[in-house]
């Protein structure tokens, strides 16, 4: 059976039929590719509370309606393919992959979103994160993409994964091809400095490693260990009430393959 390549590997056509069938694609579009594959990967741990889980769904929501962002996929032909991820200690595919082609498809995603129920978990696993978007949520790409884009947002750093652990999830998931962009959220007297001795993030000691022993920002440490891949870059958020922004400047960005 003919094989297509992604940025995720190959897709077999009949799987793409199967995939197109759910979705509710005719044969035809389902054989089109789209420009951009879009994961939005969101951190729901324990520093997460209520209301900034909320600012946080909701600011998905509302860049999904912008109309900048609106223009910027319908620039697109065919759209965009759009997932959504949340986690703590773990990660769940909480919105499956759909195809946003008009503002009506991006007003009914953000409407999935804001439905999106809290998580449970208290550490802030990164590592497993990847793994799950590069075993499970790139593979079911219905359609080939000719980029696929994990946005992964958050407060703090990884608590769950040993250093070694980490870098291997996230060079796996940057070797299907991805770019992984990161929006860090920027919490004052929270987050200012994290690693050893300054940000102890719940589970701090019991874990089999310890934290990352250098004091650092955590821009830097996104910068280190979380982005990556072609044209990757950071753009951070200025605490959960610029969360909505941030992200509506990030998506037009990511969503038009523009410099930055």
């Known amino acids: 059976m003919p094989s297509m390549r992604t940025g995720s ?6 799987a793409l039929r199967a995939a197109a069938l759910i979705l ?65 200690d773990r990660a769940d595919l909480v919105v499956g992959w759909r195809r946003i082609a008009s503002r009506a498809d991006a007003v009914a995603t953000a409407a999935l979103v804001r439905a999106t129920p809290r998580q449970a978990g208290e550490f802030t696993c990164l590592g ?4 799950t978007v590069t075993a499970g949520v790139l593979p079911a790409l219905p359609v080939p993409a000719e980029r696929v884009v994990v946005d992964v947002s958050g407060d703090g750093i990884d608590n769950c994964t040993d250093a070694e652990s980490l870098n291997g999830a996230h060079e796996a998931l940057l070797a ?6 990161g929006l ?15 940000y102890r993030a719940p589970g701090y000691g019991l874990l089999p490693t310890p934290l990352p022993q250098e004091r650092t920002s955590l821009e830097q440490w996104y910068r280190a ?10 753009l951070a958020a200025e605490g959960y009430g ?4 941030a992200l509506r400047r990030k998506f037009v960005i990511e969503i038009s393959a523009l410099g930055r």
């Open 184 to 198: 860090p959220i920027l919490v004052p007297g929270e987050n200012d400095v994290v690693g050893a001795g300054a």
């Open 242 to 245: 610029d969360f909505s922004r």
């Open 225 to 234: 260990h979380v982005i990556g891949g072609p044209g990757a870059f950071l």
């Open 9 to 14: 590997g190959w897709l077999c056509r009949g």
């Open 176 to 181: 299907t091809g991805a770019t992984v962009n």
């Open 128 to 131: 497993q994160m990847f793994r």
């Open 24 to 88: 509710g694609l005719s044969p035809a579009v389902a054989a089109e590719s789209v420009a951009t594959a879009l994961v939005v990967s969101v951190d729901v741990s324990q520093s997460v509370d209520d209301t900034r889980f909320r600012l946080q769904m909701e600011g998905i929501a509302e860049a999904l309606e912008d109309s900048s962002v609106v223009g910027a996929i319908t620039g697109n032909p065919g759209g965009i393919l759009f997932a959504m991820v949340t986690w703590a």
